[in-house]
Nanobody, 129 residues
Framework: QVQLVESGGGLVQAGGSLRLSCAAS????????MGWFRQAPGREREFLAA???????????DYADSVKGRFTISRDNAKSTVYLQMNSLKPEDTAVYYC???????????????????WGQGTQVTVSS
């Protein structure tokens, strides 16, 4: 069983930055595909970013077009933590942000919700105009 705990959300003005953290339990964290998603009121949960192991010390990343160039996903395997650095925030970024783990690393589906078998409780991000 993997537990994920997000932190770092809050209220920020447009143009500002936040860094979300997601601490994970699990002995093989380094092999997990980790993703960030968000869900705004009345909208479906959407993919933001993912990071996955490709062998050796190499990790690949993928981003949704809506956040590419503004958000950066990273991980610290020694701390079993994944991060989402969010810059140039916009009011439309307001949502609950979730981290997720795919323990079976189905890397061809990183943008989909269904491969992720563990989810955090979510952290609210509010961007004021």
């Amino acid at each position: 069983q993997v537990q994920l705990v997000e932190s770092g959300g809050g209220l920020v003005q447009a143009g500002g930055s936040l860094r979300l953290s997601c601490a994970a339990s699990g002995r093989t964290f380094g092999r997990y595909t980790m993703g960030w998603f968000r869900q705004a009121p009345g909208r479906e949960r959407e993919f933001l970013a993912a990071i996955w192991w490709s062998g050796g010390s190499t990790y690949y990343t993928d981003y949704a077009d809506s956040v590419k160039g503004r958000f950066t996903i990273s991980r610290d395997n020694a701390k079993s933590t994944v991060y989402l650095q969010m810059n140039s925030l916009k009011p439309e970024d307001t949502a609950v942000y979730y981290c997720a783990a795919d323990s079976r690393a189905r890397t061809q589906y990183v943008r989909y919700i269904w491969p992720y078998d563990y989810w955090g409780q979510g952290t609210q991000v509010t961007v004021s105009s």
